[in-house]
């Protein structure tokens, strides 16, 4: 792809502190993660008939197209015969905790499955082949047998339950965001100072990072073919519409459209945009200004929801660690706007003759969902334990990817003033 061009970086297609066990249904609920993807008729599918949808009755962006498993992965080679412990945490209504091929794995052996639903438990066990159930990913923390917690959660609990997981000497992979809402700033320093003080591995499982175009501009980036990157602009669009999209909720226990993200922040979920310039980079967001319109729908009428939020739209301009810019865009009410896409730009044209191919996969292991990035993120995180590397979106990058969008809608609610976003790194 030239320079010129407007780099699409998705097929347009594809696309607190409360305890959970003072009441067992509560926010943190380790099953409720109703998030942008889902699971098919069997683990790692999501065909058209059986994709998880809204609402409305339209497929979740992400899921339209699904990459399934090959039986002979040209070119992928094994780096161990070593099989990493897991546990999972997490089936809900999008069976999020099954769609990551950990079950097909060569290097992984599902030991335990949990959530706070024991049907959704019993399937999730089923589906990955856990021979250990437990009642709360608490529980199953403390099991010493487990390396390494698949966190597919609701968005409340990610940060506690990582890191309470690291604080028992495992490895953590988190679903999106890594840290949420209101806790945020206190989250991400206790979930930084942590992964320091264990020495274990963390990952945010963003999905964006491996859609293949945005991989490929990210390896040309990385062998120094664009120079610096001038301009980049990301958006995640999902028209939640009238009825709302559902999530856990702690007053009923169940995931109906009352539940966590009724009137959720646009930018306390920035990831699938923000990875546009993070992911590729590796570098740094240092300051925001955003702006939001009124919401058009009445969740998004700050009296009718949790968060006091009133925005449908938020768009946030950053300025990067390396000089650049960046327009970052998550919207839930604009019509005809859909999927996970971006846009870079760099001192250099883009070099044709730089392989941006993705790396080969195990045979079993398919790309999934959100335009193939499922099965890569989990290879990642598992090789990033087997051979001691940082893995893919490491604390730093997950942190950076997630309180810049906590601080733009801050910045948004004081009219667009400019605000500086805290800065980790290792």
């Given at each position: ?366 790309g999934g969902g959100h335009g193939g990035s499922h099965g890569q993120l989990t ?48």
């Open positions: 792809m030239s320079n010129e061009e407007q780099h699409n970086i998705i097929d347009p297609s594809a696309s607190s502190q409360l305890s959970r066990r003072g009441f067992i249904q509560g926010l943190t609920g380790a099953g409720s993660f109703l998030g942008m993807a889902g699971l098919g008729a069997f683990a790692g599918t999501a065909k058209a008939d059986n994709a998880p949808r809204d609402a409305q009755g339209n497929i979740i962006p992400g899921f339209e197209k699904d990459q399934q498993a090959t039986t002979a992965a040209q070119g992928w080679q094994p780096v161990s015969e070593r099989k990493i412990k897991v546990g999972i945490a997490g089936f809900g209504l999008c069976q999020f905790g099954a769609a990551f091929y950990y079950q097909n794995h060569p290097n992984v052996e599902v030991v335990a499955a949990t959530d706070l639903d024991p049907n959704r438990c019993a399937q999730l066990a089923q589906r990955v082949g856990a021979k250990k159930t437990y009642p709360s990913c608490e529980e199953m923390i403390k099991d010493k047998e487990i390396e390494a917690i698949y966190i597919a959660t609701d968005a409340p609990s990610h940060a506690r339950l990582a890191i309470m997981a690291l604080n028992h000497g495992k490895h953590v992979c988190s679903a999106v965001p890594a840290v949420f809402g209101f806790e945020a700033e206190g989250e991400a320093e206790d979930l930084f100072n942590a992964v320091k003080k264990s020495g274990m591995k963390y990952m945010m499982n963003e999905t964006s990072t491996f859609h293949a175009d945005l991989y490929a501009k990210r390896m040309q980036y990385q062998a120094g073919a664009l120079g610096k990157v001038i301009y980049s602009e990301g958006e995640y669009y999902h028209d939640f519409g009238s009825n709302g999209l559902a999530g856990y909720n702690p007053k009923t226990g169940k995931v109906d459209k009352m539940g966590w993200r009724r009137g959720l922040v646009p930018m306390w979920y920035p990831t699938h945009s923000a990875a546009y310039y993070v992911s590729i980079t590796g570098g740094r967001f240092t300051e925001v200004s955003g702006l939001g319109t009124a919401g058009r729908y009445a969740e998004f009428q700050a009296e009718n929801n949790a968060y006091k939020n009133p925005f449908g739209t938020e768009v946030a301009m950053y300025k990067t660690s390396e000089g650049g810019i960046s327009r970052m865009a998550v919207s839930w009410d604009m019509k005809n706007a859909h999927g996970e896409k971006g846009r870079v730009y760099g001192e250099k044209p883009h070099n044709p003759s730089i392989s941006g191919a993705r790396p080969a996969l195990p045979p079993g292991v398919g290879n990642n995180f598992i090789e990033s334990i087997l051979l001691d590397k940082k893995p893919i979106v490491d604390v730093c990058d997950a942190l950076n990817i997630t309180l810049s969008g906590v601080i733009a809608h801050k910045s948004a609610l004081k009219d667009g003033e400019w605000m500086k976003i805290p800065q980790y790194t290792i």
